[in-house]
């Protein structure tokens, strides 16, 4: 691991940098784009949606792909393209299109989605190859946290570019940066290694029969895998039902401005980033299903938050950041969970094809679930349950379908990487609460006794320059 720290580490870490600022600039503001550009709640529903049923059509083909290729290395190179071009279009869109913008923005969105999809499902085939299962979660969790720290930069200042220049130039000039970013990620990520793939044996008929036939069989044979897909599939709809409207509620409902919304987006970005390596080695010393556990009762507090905010300016700038901080300490754990036991759920030599079927299902739901949320927030706009009403009713709904989807399939799942079973309700109190301040104890501790050697350091130097 020594000389894999070294010389892989790093650059994952720097193309990874670089993909994060093109990440995070095209998804955090694709909706206040599409409200700038006059979109109405449903279409930005359909924004959200369509590109991701592209995608979920296209990607079972992704697993064929990568083996046709025989390197994952050359589809991530080639689709990096396709992912990054069509933003060049996108930026245009205010110059090109006075009012008509929604089929163009649809088709490029989708061209970059589907080539997102089939980077992604090679990457984690060929750094699931390439990372050993044991140093999975502490080598992620790094990567994740300097990646992190990256998109939190990158997120607040693109956020205060827009609020000093509220134009359609601002959006080109920073979708811009975007792409070159992209390019940039894939120049490095081409420095990197990989493995040779484990072709699997074919069977006689064609490929694309056994995408639709044949892992239908395997699908009912791996039941725990099945479970992992149906409960990420569910929950997916339960989050993207609400998630793209945050946006919208916090731009036009609160109207906190740019400058604020890069504030909010950023702090939960930051929390993610700070949590990381605190998941990652929880996750390698009590498992990932257990993870999964502990922080889906978190991502399923937070819409539950949402419902309360209001009132001042400074009042709902609070609320928003605490609610972020919750969020990001929540998905941080989650998202990387979630990935270990992708790679530990499904066989090496069919990963690819287990990957890009996963992302079918679960694309599916990230259609159904923005485009229905589009729609149904139309008709909540004008209407009052209980206390509530509008986005708050869509943060009720999200908030009951993220507690019953997890409570009903969590337990049922098997821990993959770790031989003990752990209760979730046993660790729940020690992840969130007590294991952190430990933590930021012994941080501090360690900030103290830095202190205290470079005073001691500098008493000695200045002692010398007398005598």
């Not at 994952?72 to 393209?81: M, N």
């Not at 008929?205 to 725990?224: C, D, G, I």
């Not at 294991?435 to 501790?445: I, K, L, M, S, T």
């Amino acid at each position: 691991m020594q000389k894999f720290s070294k010389s892989i580490e790093k650059r994952s870490i720097i193309d990874g940098s670089f993909a994060s600022i093109f990440d995070s600039i095209t998804s955090t503001y694709l909706v206040p784009f599409a409200i700038f550009l006059g979109a109405s709640n449903s279409s930005i529903g359909l924004i959200t949606g369509i590109p991701r049923l592209a995608q979920s059509f296209l990607q079972p083909f992704a697993g064929h792909l990568i083996e046709k290729s025989g390197s994952r290395k050359k589809v991530c190179k080639d689709h990096i393209f396709l992912k990054t071009f069509p933003w060049l279009g996108i930026l245009m869109l205010p110059f090109l299109f006075s009012g008509n913008f929604l089929i163009p923005l649809i088709i490029l969105l989708s061209v970059s989605q589907v080539s997102y999809s089939i980077v992604s499902t090679a990457w984690i085939s060929w750094f699931g190859d390439l990372v050993p299962s044991k140093l999975r979660g502490i080598f992620f969790g790094t990567r994740n946290f300097y990646i992190g720290l990256v998109t939190f930069f990158s997120t607040l200042i693109v956020g205060w570019f827009l609020g000093a220049y509220k134009t359609g130039l601002g959006f080109a000039i920073v979708f811009l940066i975007a792409i070159v970013s992209g390019l940039l990620g894939r120049y490095f990520l081409s420095k990197i290694p990989e493995p040779k793939y484990p072709q699997p044996v074919h069977v006689k008929h064609e490929r694309t029969h056994f995408l639709l036939s044949e892992f239908r069989e395997e699908f009912k044979k791996n039941r725990n895998f099945s479970k992992f897909v149906s409960y990420l599939t569910l929950l997916q709809f339960a989050v993207f039902f609400v998630s793209p409207f945050f946006a919208v509620y916090m731009l036009q409902t609160l109207k906190i401005g740019y400058e604020w919304y890069a504030v909010v987006t950023a702090v939960e970005v930051l929390s993610s980033v700070l949590s990381l390596k605190y998941w990652g080695k929880f996750s390698d010393r009590f498992g990932d299903r257990t993870t999964l556990g502990i922080t889906s009762i978190l991502i399923t507090l937070v819409p539950f938050i949402w419902m309360f905010i209001g009132g001042s300016l400074a009042v709902v700038i609070i609320q928003m950041i605490i609610a972020g901080i919750l969020s990001g300490f929540g998905w941080a754990g989650f998202d990387l969970s979630t990935f270990n036991y992708l790679l530990d759920s499904t066989p090496q030599a069919k990963r690819p094809v287990y990957i890009s079927n996963f992302r079918f299902f679960t694309s599916l739901s990230l259609f159904i679930g923005p485009v229905a949320g589009g729609f149904l927030l139309d008709f909540f706009s004008s209407q009052i349950f209980l206390i509530f009403t509008g986005f708050q009713i869509m943060l009720l709904i999200s908030f009951i379908l993220r507690g019953s989807f997890s409570a009903l399939f969590i337990h049922s799942l098997k821990e993959l990487r770790t031989r003990q079973e752990n209760h979730v309700s046993d660790l729940f109190l020690k992840a969130v609460a007590v294991y952190p301040a430990r933590g930021v104890y012994r941080e501090v501790q360690y900030a103290g006794h830095c202190l205290n050697c470079w005073n001691k350091k500098f008493v000695r130097e200045v002692i010398l320059r007398k005598t």
